[in-house]
């Protein structure tokens, strides 16, 4: 009851990820449709129910466009878990700011990159042009596309594939 299903709005944009128990009960209180039923049945004393794996709400949900949350981990995964300076896919990666925060430099996806431990090291308090170390790339707010944000998914949800592409 616990595994993740793919919640779409009423117009098959993927809204978010919820488990199997509420998505039975959106379901069962005829606030959502089950779009892809991803995962065999549930028994229960009386019935059975299919399981879903992608469900639809019945009505629109209105919201702000979504943003891709600023963490640790999301930066990583921007940066293709490699250190933007050397290029190097390290195990142990650290968060460099750019230009340091003791200069002004601010907490923004902007201004923070992934770095391994031996360039953040080498790099220290100067800015990277003061270490004459080069960013493989500007860094930027990633866009909240569908694939991105439900992306880490797919591996254990194939069937989300199609309902998440183009979004
Ligand atoms: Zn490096």
Known sequence: MN????????????????DTRRAIGLILTGKAEMVANGRGLIHTARQNFPSPSVIRLESMVRRP???VKLTKREIFRRDNYTCQYCGRQ?????????????????????????ACQQCNRQKG????LEANMHLHRHPAEPAATA????????????DWAEYIDGW
């Open 3 to 18: 595994e993740p299903v793919l919640v779409l709005n009423a117009n098959f944009e993927p809204l978010n990820v919820c």
């Open 65 to 67: 466009r979504p943003r």
């Open 90 to 114: 390290a195990t142990h990666l650290t968060i460099d700011h750019v230009e340091p925060r003791h200069r002004g430099g601010g907490h923004r996806w902007d201004n923070l990159v992934a």
């Open 125 to 128: 308090g100067r800015t990277a």
């Open 147 to 158: 694939s991105y944000l439900f992306g880490r998914h797919l591996a254990d949800n194939a």
